[in-house]
């Protein structure tokens, strides 16, 4: 993933966290989302024409779009106030398409710290599936603090260790970080678990 893209995702994935959480109103996330969201569909089309015949290029680009279309979806399900369900049947898309590319970096790529990486995408857009797609409401908040906290973890800190040239060397350690603190989201389910109408969060992720 680009890193300059990787970091703007860490930045919405934040902020919609935040959203679900309720501490930031919906619409006045959606400018954010529709910056991330083209640049998220913009970034991917340029690496792919520019490839030339380089598949490691094209497999790491082709995954930017299921970012790009979300936030772009999220956008739109704001300002026309979309009822949510496409886009959560879509997050079941992107999550099952999350776990391929986890194999992939595991095994063809050759990172597994962004192997788990991948692995907590796969997590956090099942959990939109689950609250949008089948209106499971009582993981709003549990929904809103992995988000919030998969925004650094998973995308700000990697993309600035890729832009200062660590990212290979700290990789085994970033792997057992990450590893861990996706175990660490089964302690916070039981303190944000609760129940909230579904039509308040039917249109954000």
């Known amino acids: 993933m680009g890193s300059v893209g990787l970091l703007y995702v860490g930045a919405v994935l934040f902020l919609n966290g935040l959203m679900l959480l309720g501490r930031v109103d919906a619409r006045s996330a959606v400018p954010l989302n529709l910056f991330v969201g083209f640049l998220q569909v913009l970034t991917p ?8 015949g380089d598949t490691g290029q094209v497999l790491n680009a082709s995954g930017l779009y299921l970012f790009g279309f979300t936030y772009a979806y999220v956008a739109l399900n704001q300002l026309m106030r979309l009822d949510g369900t496409g886009l959560g049947y879509f997050s ?7 776990l391929a590319y986890a194999v992939l ?20 857009w099942a959990l939109f599936f689950l609250l949008l797609g089948l209106g499971r409401a009582d993981l709003t908040r549990f929904t809103g603090m992995v988000a919030a906290i998969q925004g650094w973890v998973t995308a700000a800190i990697p993309a600035f260790l890729l832009l200062t040239g660590t ?8 792997t057992v970080l990450l590893a861990l603190i996706g175990a660490g989201y089964l302690a916070l389910y039981p303190r944000l678990a609760g129940r909230q109408r579904t039509e308040e969060v039917a249109a954000t992720v």
């Open 92 to 98: 079941l898309f992107v999550a099952i398409c999350a």
């Open 45 to 52: 089309t340029y690496l792919i024409f520019t490839a030339d």
């Open 167 to 174: 990212w290979q060397a700290l990789n085994p350690v970033m």
């Open 105 to 124: 970096n595991f095994t063809m790529l050759g990172d597994p710290a962004f192997a788990v990486i991948w692995l907590h995408w796969a997590f956090l």
